[in-house]
DNA sequence: ATATGTTGATATTTATAATTATCAACAATG
DNA sequence: CATTGTTGATAATTATAAATATCAACATAT
């Protein structure tokens, strides 16, 4: 088995994750629920944390102390994203797709009716995976262009 | 004269500006310093604001109040902005220039050194003035596909 | 089946960003 | 030249975002 596929294994429950990331359970939820992280969820809805949803929320973390940039403002930061690019929507598909106007939210904050995104899981999804911070999001506005 | 040259002039002076807007001078003092806003400035280094201004702080105020973004998150945002595009900058002073891979703060905010920054009033930029809120720098990061 | 850990929701506390007040030095106005 | 407004800087205050605590209901594991 590949062995880097290891860290997106979600093994730890929100416990030890929060122990890991020295923070409280609430603040996980709260992050979760502003959007920011998708935890895996077991059958019975127990989230549960890979190596990668860790990194991802120290990454987080950083914005918030020491950028100091508030949680809505990540969210907006992040709606900056042009996920339609990345995945390749048809026309027809961006066209109609809330977070292809909406400048509030990333993408995958959003509920889908139409397009590929309707059936995909975020939490799979290039968009969500790669997009933590601000210098990965500006990284792909500069390669837009080319 | 053209009238809507008039809304441009920058005719009131800070007290009467803070008034108008209903908040302190240091606070617009602050936005200033933050990069949010460049008023114009008399000889003596005296400020003054013009229509558009107040209508561009009016508009910063909403970001911070209602959509809860934190000054340093809207700077975050505004980074977003693919400058180079809008004035067209050449490959060499874009891959020159800091504004380009910097993520914290908007490139009116830096010094530039070199290309056409350097000798231009950001003040009267496109870029500077056609951007203040979140949906502005969408719509442009949309159109650099087409 | 009892311990321990989870869930979402609400209430509370804490940290800190945002705003304002104050200051001496300088500028404008009449 | 006296009044009123400005400048930048620092200190104090206020507002509120972020983090945490607490809860009953449910899940897991031994």
Redesign the interface.
């Known amino acids: 088995m590949d062995l880097n596929k290891l860290d997106d294994k979600p093994i730890f429950p929100i416990r030890t994750a929060a122990e890991l990331l020295k923070i409280s359970i609430p603040t996980l939820r709260l992050y979760e629920k502003e959007g920011l992280i998708i935890p895996h969820k077991t059958n019975s809805n127990q989230r549960a944390y890979s190596k990668h949803d860790l990194e991802r929320i120290e990454c987080i973390r950083k914005s918030i102390k020491k950028?100091?940039?508030?949680?809505?403002?990540?969210k907006?930061?992040l709606?900056?994203i042009?996920c339609w690019?990345i995945i390749g929507c048809s026309d027809l598909d961006r066209d109609n797709c809330i977070s292809?106007?909406d400048?509030?939210k990333p993408c995958w904050a959003h509920k889908h009716d139409n397009g590929v995104c309707a059936t995909n899981e975020c939490r799979e999804c290039t968009v969500y995976k790669d997009f933590s911070e601000?210098?990965k999001?500006?990284e792909t506005?500069?390669n837009?262009?080319k």
Chains 1, 2 share one sequence.
Do not use: E, L, T
Request: glycine content about 8%; hydrophobic content about 40%; overall charge positive.
């Open positions: 950028s100091k940039i508030s949680i809505n403002g990540i907006a930061m709606a900056m042009p690019q292809y106007s400048s509030s601000c210098s999001v500006k506005i500069q837009i262009g």
